[in-house]
């Protein structure tokens, strides 16, 4: 079945740095990822939608300048967490999709980010 | 936003059926219903999806009434692996593809 990676599983960092999350779709067109973020207990949260070659939309209430989104290629999407905060620890979640609403989505491992 | 409810929770005994419900009264026409289930510290996984028809495969069975309200996912014999939450979701056509998740239900199964 389609496969989604995602890199790094797992990340500390200190408050203050950045932080790059990658997504791959290894064998299929992407031609939509999106980023969700998971709180303990909680349900995803959808932070943003990328299609590519152009820019992310994001939802109400995500920062833009602080969650960059590339989505360069029809295989490679990524998040960079800019000066990360404690706050900014997540469970963070990418997906793609080849485009058509009746195929599933399919889901990266996710990326448990530490902020210090 | 076409929106579903689930149980919160739910039990079963390993290697018993378990019928997991989901309720989508505002369903449109043209919104498939899609099944995912995420495993502690994991991503969601694709379960099952479909239209109007049942559906089947190797994991489980998608049974959806027949004025689309409401669906069961089926597990047919449920393992211990089987624990996780799932989420029944719909999908829209007119949403930018995307899926927006509820709480889901916390399966536990018991030896």
């Known amino acids: 079945g389609a496969v989604v990676s995602q890199h790094p599983s797992r990340v500390i960092c200190k408050s203050g740095t950045s932080v790059k999350i990658e997504c791959r779709s290894l064998d299929f067109q992407a031609t939509t990822m999106f980023w969700y973020r998971q709180f303990p207990k909680q349900s995803l949260m959808l932070m943003a939608t990328?299609?590519?070659?152009?820019?992310?939309?994001?939802e109400q209430g995500v920062e833009k300048d602080k969650f960059l989104i590339n989505h360069a290629s029809l295989t490679l999407s990524t998040l960079t967490v800019t000066s990360a905060h404690p706050e900014d620890s997540s469970f963070y979640i990418c997906?793609?999709?080849?485009?058509?609403?009746?195929?599933?989505?399919?889901f990266g491992n996710g990326t448990r980010l530490t902020v210090t | 936003d076409a929106k579903t409810t689930q149980p919160n929770s739910m039990e079963s005994n390993e290697e018993e059926p378990v019928h997991l419900p989901c309720n989508h009264s505002?369903?449109?026409?043209?919104?498939?219903i899609h099944w995912y289930r995420q495993l502690p510290s994991q991503g969601p996984e694709y379960v099952i999806h479909g239209l109007t028809s049942n559906v089947n495969n190797r994991m489980a069975s998608l049974a959806i009434a027949e004025d689309r309200k409401s669906s069961t996912l089926i597990l047919h014999r449920a393992t211990l692996r089987d624990a996780a939450v799932y989420y029944c979701i719909l999908r829209e056509d007119n949403a930018g593809n995307m899926l927006t998740f509820g709480g889901g239900t916390r399966l536990m199964v018991k030896p």
């Open positions: 505002t369903i449109s026409g043209t919104d498939y």
């Open positions: 997906s793609a999709t080849d485009g058509y609403y009746n195929s599933p989505l399919h």
């Open positions: 990328s299609n590519e070659g152009s820019k992310a939309t994001y």
